[in-house]
T-cell receptor, first 115, second 113 residues
Framework: AQSVTQLDSQVPVFEEAPVELRCNYSSSVSVYLFWYVQYPNQGLQLLLKYLSGSTLVESINGFEAEFNKSQTSFHLRKPSVHISDTAEYFCAVSATGGGADGLTFGKGTHLIIQP | DGGITQSPKYLFRKEGQNVTLSCEQNLNHDAMYWYRQDPGQGLRLIYYSQIVNDFQKGDIAEGYSVSREKKESFPLTVTSAQKNPTAFYLC????????????FGPGTRLLVL
């Protein structure tokens, strides 16, 4: 079984400042890692994912995350945030291998951008 | 447009009543999922289905039931046995395989009268 810990329930930052949302996971097997974003009263959208290869993955809107196997982390970063980045961010994991069972999610981090 | 639709957007349940949440996808995905979201709790898996006529319990299946008679449809019934049903319910679908992205519907908010 896997578990995900998002260390901060809320992260307030000023517009144009950098931000890091922390995610740690626990698993006895290899994992795939995902970051999803949820805007108010909407479903989740995939932001980025790590499956294999380069440990640094990027999204189209300036976010990036780095897989650190030794620290079992997958922190999300953005060098300069915008008001439109205000949302709930969820880190998720799934075991590698066959099957299509569900993801295990963290409890989420609310990113609050202050003007 | 391809995507996932959930209905209704809001649903009210009376004590002792069963209610059914609809989830439809036209993405031709094999796998479908139901999650429950509570404030500060993240998402928890209720049921999932990898193929038509087959489904598996997730982490919190008690008090819920599902069916998968068609590839595009995966309705969730919240039964009277679910004592705390108030939550935001999200349906998702994906191609087969754990590496595949899950696509989420807009959600249904269930409230108890």
């Amino acid at each position: 079984a896997q578990s995900v810990t998002q260390l901060d329930s809320q992260v307030p930052v000023f517009e144009e400042a950098p931000v890091e949302l922390r995610c740690n996971y626990s698993s006895s097997v290899s994992v795939y890692l995902f970051w999803y974003v949820q805007y108010p009263n909407q479903g989740l959208q995939l932001l980025l994912k790590y499956l294999s290869g380069s440990t640094l993955v990027e999204s189209i809107n300036g976010f990036e995350a780095e897989f650190n196997k030794s620290q079992t982390s997958f922190h999300l970063r953005k060098p300069s945030v915008h008001i439109s980045d205000t949302a709930e961010y969820f880190c998720a994991v799934s075991a590698t291998g066959g099957g299509a069972d569900g993801l295990t999610f963290g409890k989420g981090t609310h990113l609050i951008i202050q003007p | 447009d391809g995507g996932i639709t959930q209905s209704p957007k809001y649903l009210f349940r009376k004590e002792g009543q069963n209610v059914t949440l609809s989830c439809e996808q036209n993405l031709n995905h094999d796998a479908m999922y139901w999650y429950r979201q509570d404030p500060g709790q993240g998402l928890r898996l209720i049921y999932y289905s990898q193929i038509v006529n087959d489904f598996q319990k997730g982490d919190i299946a008690e008090g819920y039931s599902v069916s998968r008679e068609k590839k595009e449809s995966f309705p969730l019934t919240v039964t009277s046995a679910q004592k705390n049903p108030t939550a935001f319910y999200l349906c998702a679908s994906s191609q087969q395989g754990r590496r595949e992205t899950q696509y989420f519907g807009p959600g249904t908010r269930l409230l108890v009268l």
